[in-house]
């Protein structure tokens, strides 16, 4: 059986049709990164902790879709943002990992206080 593994967002899919050689520039520059002794999941929790050094959110909810396909858990994800914590900060790594949690299955979402 196949894994399933998760689809670009449909205006990514919509800018590769408008832009068809931007697409493949980008799928070589990928294929070449990919190239060397890191397994996938490595590759992945680095590219993820890139996004994150970046503060960059839709590349973190990309990188979090991409690194849960090559099996990486959530707290291996979660420690990739304990690890940035030192260099972005606080309030960055509290962002960060809420977007994390968030494409990780909605953990992140805000949920209501309950008044005592």
Same mark, same amino acid.
């Given at each position: ?7 670009? +967002?449909?205006? @990514?899919? &919509? ?13 070589? /520059? %990928? ?5 060397? +002794?890191?397994? *996938?999941?490595? &590759? !992945? ?8 050094? *970046?503060?960059?959110?839709g590349? /973190? @909810?990309?990188? #979090? !879709? ?12 979660e &420690? /990739?943002?304990?690890?940035?914590a ?7 790594? #509290?962002?960060?990992? %809420?977007? /994390? !949690? ?6 992140? !979402? ?7």
């Amino acid at each position: 059986m196949k894994k399933k593994t998760s689809r670009p +967002p449909a205006v @990514h899919q &919509q800018f590769v049709r408008r832009f068809p050689s931007l697409g493949k520039a980008w799928d070589l /520059v %990928n294929e070449e990164g990919g190239t060397g +002794p890191l397994d *996938a999941k490595t &590759q !992945r929790l680095l590219k993820l902790g890139v996004a994150i050094g *970046a503060l960059r959110e839709g590349a /973190v @909810h990309s990188g #979090v !879709r991409k690194a849960c396909d090559a099996g990486a858990s959530l707290a291996e994800m979660e &420690q /990739v943002v304990a690890l940035a914590a030192s260099t972005i900060g606080f309030p960055a790594s #509290v962002a960060v990992w %809420n977007w /994390v !949690r968030q494409e990780a299955g909605g953990a992140g !979402r805000p949920t209501k206080r309950r008044r005592r």
